[in-house]
């Protein structure tokens, strides 16, 4: 399973190439996969440097929480970061 992070649009340029921001980091990706037009301040999720898809800011913002507190977790130690599910096995669906 491959998970993706929420990445905005931080600029686009001639070729159809976006700088994007995912937690922090900024990084150039392709925009070439996309089935609709993306623009800056816009979220897209990313495979191998291709922008796959767009989404929603809320369930951008909803993902990016959901990484955040897994990360606060691990920092103090309620999940091991060598634990298998990360604790999400006991999450209610």
Known sequence: M???IPSRIV???ENNNAEVETLG???KVSL???DEEAHTG???LIHVGFAMSKIS???AKESLAL???IAQKMRDGTIDEMEGDMGLAD???
């Open 67 to 69: 990484y955040e507190e």
């Open 32 to 34: 070439d996969l996309l």
């Open 57 to 59: 800011e809320a369930e």
């Open 2 to 4: 491959c998970l993706s």
């Open 25 to 27: 980091v900024l990084r």
């Open 91 to 93: 999450r209610p669906h």
């Open 42 to 44: 816009e979220y897209v």
């Open 11 to 13: 600029n686009i340029d």
